[in-house]
């Protein structure tokens, strides 16, 4: 088969997440107020992060690893360590706040204000790594057309944020005609359009019989486990280039701090079996024949997408 797998890595920590940071309903406003009150540890993200580059070393992959850009103040080391393992820096946020509301899916803040703030994150990280970096992941995967149009606006060559599935639609439009391989959205919607500077890499998907699971990892693997993932990657590579997903506190061994309203419940699964479900989803994709790459080096199949 010549489509390829994206492995992709969302660098964040537990207080990262909606409950605790960045959203409507956080306990903190933002990361920075968290770190004004915060007095206890806080790093449950180093540790993992360099089981998951063991990892990959492994299976000789060479991953995109999406990096919430303040994690550069704060875990000195860690983003150089990513960087020098051969694998790609995109970005993830400056603070990984939410861009759009995750009820209304009305945006959280102006267009000019997303693009002040995602060019500091890309600085940040282009500093740090030494790489250029083209490509954004919205984060909580809350993601509307007008912050696409803003990514292409400033220089991005690609986005992975959408997930069409049956189950949410965390964008603010539908996304009818949109598949599990790239894509050029249309300009101020997601839907597919013609070409045009950015890509959108949707995520993975398993149709049973137009019933969308979503398959793509992240919370999935945790709550749906390997083999469902496993069955929706190897159908999406069918219709083209797709993307895995997960983060490497899924991975911890560790118990986080329980703060935030449902976080003893998002967390129920986490650990070394995830762990052991990642390198099962690995091998078995290893096996078969696809390659691995990493997203910056893909482009647009213009015989399917021009349909
Ligand atoms: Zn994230």
Redesign the pocket.
């Known amino acids: 088969m010549e489509n390829s797998l994206s492995i992709t890595v969302?660098v964040?920590d537990w207080y990262?997440i909606p409950s605790v940071c960045g959203s409507t309903f956080s306990v903190y406003k933002d990361v920075d107020e968290f770190f004004e009150n915060w007095t206890e540890r806080y790093d449950y993200l180093t540790e993992p992060t360099k089981r998951v580059l063991d990892i990959l070393d492994d299976f000789n992959v060479s991953a995109t690893f999406f990096v919430v850009a303040d994690t550069a103040e704060h875990y000195p080391g860690l983003i150089e360590s990513i960087s020098e393992r051969s694998h790609e820096i995109a970005c993830?946020g400056l603070h990984?706040t939410c861009k759009i509301d995750p009820k209304t899916k009305q945006p959280m803040m102006s267009s000019e204000e997303f693009e002040k703030r995602t060019i500091e994150a890309r600085k940040t990280l282009e500093k740090i790594s030494g790489q250029k970096v083209t490509g954004y992941r919205a984060?909580?995967a809350l993601v509307g057309g007008w912050m696409l149009d803003s990514l292409e606006k400033i220089g991005f060559k690609y986005d992975s944020s959408v997930c069409v599935n049956s189950l949410y639609n965390k964008t603010d439009c539908s996304l009818k005609g949109v598949s599990t391989y790239p894509y050029y959205p249309l300009e101020s919607s997601l839907e597919m359009g013609t070409k045009r500077e950015i890509i959108e890499h949707p995520w993975a998907y398993y149709d049973l019989a137009g019933f969308r699971i979503p398959t793509s990892g992240g919370p999935m693997l945790r709550f749906l486990g390997a083999h469902m993932m496993l069955k929706g990657l190897k159908q999406s590579l069918k219709r083209g280039d797709t993307v895995f997903y997960f983060h490497p506190i899924d991975v911890s061994y560790e118990k986080f701090p329980q703060i935030g309203r449902g976080r003893p419940m998002y967390w129920a699964i986490k650990g070394n079996v995830v762990e052991k479900r990642f390198k099962y989803i690995l091998k078995e994709i290893t096996k078969e024949d696809i390659s691995f790459s990493r997203m910056s080096g893909l482009s647009i199949n213009e015989e399917v997408d021009c349909r």
Request: charged share 30%; no cysteine; aromatic share 0%.
């Open positions: 969302d964040e990262h993830h990984h984060p909580n």
